[in-house]
């Protein structure tokens, strides 16, 4: 069920506002937010969903490719505007540092995948980034990352974000999301200058020390037995060989994730033409065929934002940035502004909302964002100042 609230706000700037960055002003407009799971039960049931089989639904999932590439002859120069004065978020950990410098770019734990099951009932997964919030539990990713709009449902289901995934493993957990909050017109329109989403985590969850166990059944009694007990801890049912076995998954409390990992800063109604660094699990091929990354590993691409438009996916205020990452999987991808690699933290200004090979030589050249202003502020705001809590 949807609902629709007023925002607007300021919130101090201190620490890296020695970079230049202006202090937050207030900003208005609209925030749509949406239920991903509604009880505690029905959380750790998303969780077991991905840990279950040894994480074999995790290994399984494919990159995102709903929405990833725009043709060329609809990216085109544009304009966005800033809607109130610039404005930052400092990251967690440096609401009182200073900056420093760094001639290497060490990648931040912050990013990793998100992980749902899509319109065609498969497992998928883009790019996401933890970001700063009251209760350090917030994600940010692109819009279609998290609203279904390949079927028009309202969600997309079982919807998890694991930092610093790789290849089956979950070093810090599993966190599922709780609510999604986006702007009111790219919820009901589709808007690609609104393509972005904050979703509230529940604390991660890990594997106990009873984890994978399982238990065979040969009658409806012992189902029913084995059902019951399973319950209390969460549980999967499958059947293997014709022969039905529930396999018992202890779940431990891991944490708040922006206390496990961080969470980078916030930045809206920056000028057109600063520099950022791109962080994300590029995947897919170039128009010519090609396959340059393969997803298992976060990447990294640096350039100078641009302004762009790019009507077929109703965009016509957005930001443009020269990087090679293929779309499939590095949608959702961070735009961080002032990062600052010693500390693996900046501000998030952006997330790819789609890919296009603008010159035509059949090789993916560009990442393009919404422009992050005072409304995507908003949004913002409502996100992280929202409550999630505990599943286990």
């Not at 966005?80 to 990648?107: C, M, R």
């Not at 100078?304 to 999987?329: C, D, N, Q, R």
Request: a positive charge.
């Amino acid at each position: 069920m949807k609902r629709t609230l007023a925002f607007g706000g300021v919130v101090a700037a201190t620490g890296l506002l020695a970079a230049g960055l202006a202090v937050p002003a207030q900003a208005s407009g609209t925030v749509s937010s949406d239920n991903l799971t509604t009880t505690n039960y029905a959380a750790q049931q998303v969780a077991t969903f991905w840990f279950g089989q040894r994480a074999a639904n995790l290994q399984q999932a494919t990159p995102y490719n709903v929405e990833t590439t725009v043709s060329s002859k609809h990216v085109s120069t544009g304009g966005p505007a800033p809607d109130t004065k610039p404005g930052v978020v400092p990251a967690i950990g440096d609401e009182k540092k200073t900056t420093s410098t760094s001639k290497n770019v060490n990648l931040p734990k912050t990013t990793g995948k998100v992980f749902f099951i899509g319109a065609d009932h498969r497992p998928h997964w883009c790019t996401a980034t933890s970001v700063q919030s009251s209760y350090h539990n917030l994600v940010a990713t692109a819009g279609h990352c998290v609203y279904d709009t390949a079927s028009n449902k309202a969600t997309l289901d079982k919807w998890v974000f694991v930092p610093g995934y790789y290849q089956g493993k979950t070093p810090w957990g599993i966190y599922v999301g709780k609510t999604a909050f986006t702007h009111y017109d790219y919820d009901v329109y589709e808007d690609g200058d609104r393509d972005y989403a904050f979703v509230t985590v529940y604390n991660g969850v890990k594997l106990g020390a009873d984890q994978y166990k399982w238990v065979k059944y040969d009658d409806a009694t012992a189902e029913q037995k084995a059902a019951a007990d399973a319950k209390k801890a969460g549980y999967l049912v499958w059947t293997i060989r014709g022969v039905k076995y529930i396999e018992y998954i202890a779940l431990e409390d891991a944490g708040r994730l922006g206390d496990n990992v961080g969470g980078q800063g916030l930045a809206y109604n920056q000028k057109v033409g600063g520099s950022v660094f791109v962080f994300g699990y590029p995947s897919g091929s170039h128009p010519d065929g090609t396959s340059p990354f393969t997803g298992k590993t976060l990447k990294w691409s640096y350039g100078k934002t641009f302004a762009a438009t790019a009507p077929s996916i109703k965009g016509e205020e957005m930001v443009g940035v020269k990087s090679s990452f293929t779309g499939e999987g590095s949608i959702g991808s961070a735009w961080l502004t002032q990062y600052k690699s010693t500390r693996r933290l900046g501000y998030l200004d952006g997330v790819t909302a789609a890919v296009s090979d603008t010159d035509g030589n059949k090789r993916i050249d560009t990442s393009i964002s919404p422009y992050f202003d005072g409304e995507t502020y908003g949004v913002y705001k409502s996100a992280s100042a929202t409550w999630s809590g505990k599943i286990a």
